[in-house]
């Protein structure tokens, strides 16, 4: 079993469209969690961190169930600019010892938003 | 002030050869971490280094080594390059080595083995 999966996409939604990603991850000591963006050919960018409240950032929700280990991500009102690659994250070095940070990606979830 | 960045940003090896990437981190950041991404996947963790010791190491074969300078600055080696180490090698940077701190990725190396 992978340890980070998503949603295999792509998505294609049109503008004003709300659209919502999933991720899983296997190992329960996670302790950080993140969606990251990835435009074509550029390095990723961190969009937000996930907390177990949940998190709001505009028109951005993300949502962590720790009792599932879910990860999700939910956009309202799609524009053109968020046409990406959506990459969950989690972080398994927290608990390998002080000052280890191991970020452990799934293999990403494509959006194309339409006009 | 200037992002995370990493040299070369393009590379073309043949196999068997070494090469050697290269990475300064944002200033005041100690912490520099390397992954490895194959077209079509999610970024793979190779290493970490925080105040220049190996904080964690994913899994890669002994080809891969990499250590960190008095300056936070990093170097990733590679040996005797395989067609399947064609990839873009990221370097990401963060202020502590803890899990709750953003993490700032340069624009990459992109490698070609032929």
């Known amino acids: 079993r992978k340890e980070v999966e998503q949603d295999p996409g792509p998505f294609n939604v049109p503008e004003g469209a709300t659209v919502a990603f999933n991720c899983t991850y296997s190992n329960s000591a996670s302790q950080s969690f993140f969606w990251y963006r990835q435009d074509c050919r550029k390095e990723p960018k961190l969009l937000m961190s996930v907390y177990s409240s949940g998190n709001e950032d505009g028109r951005f929700t993300a949502q962590l169930n720790r009792a599932s280990q879910y990860i999700s991500l939910l956009i309202r009102d799609s524009k053109l600019s968020d046409s990406a690659t959506y990459l969950c994250v989690v972080n398994y070095g927290y608990y390998s010892g002080a000052g280890s940070y191991q970020l452990t990606f799934g293999k990403g979830t494509k959006l194309s938003v339409i006009p | 002030d200037a992002g995370v960045t990493q040299s070369p940003t393009h590379l073309i090896k043949t196999r068997g050869q070494h090469v050697t990437l290269r990475c300064s981190p944002i200033s005041g950041h100690k912490s520099v971490s390397w992954y490895q991404q194959v077209l079509g996947q999610g970024p793979q963790f190779i290493f970490q280094y925080y105040e220049k010791e190996e904080r964690g190491r994913g899994n890669f074969p002994d080809r891969f080594s990499a250590r960190q300078f008095p300056n936070y600055s990093s170097e990733l080696n590679v040996n005797a390059l395989l067609l399947g180490d064609s990839a873009l090698y990221l370097c990401?940077?963060?202020?502590?080595?803890?899990?709750?701190?953003?993490?700032?990725f340069g624009q990459g190396t992109r490698l070609t083995v032929v």
């Open positions: 990401a940077s963060s202020w502590g080595g803890q899990g709750d701190t953003e993490a700032f």
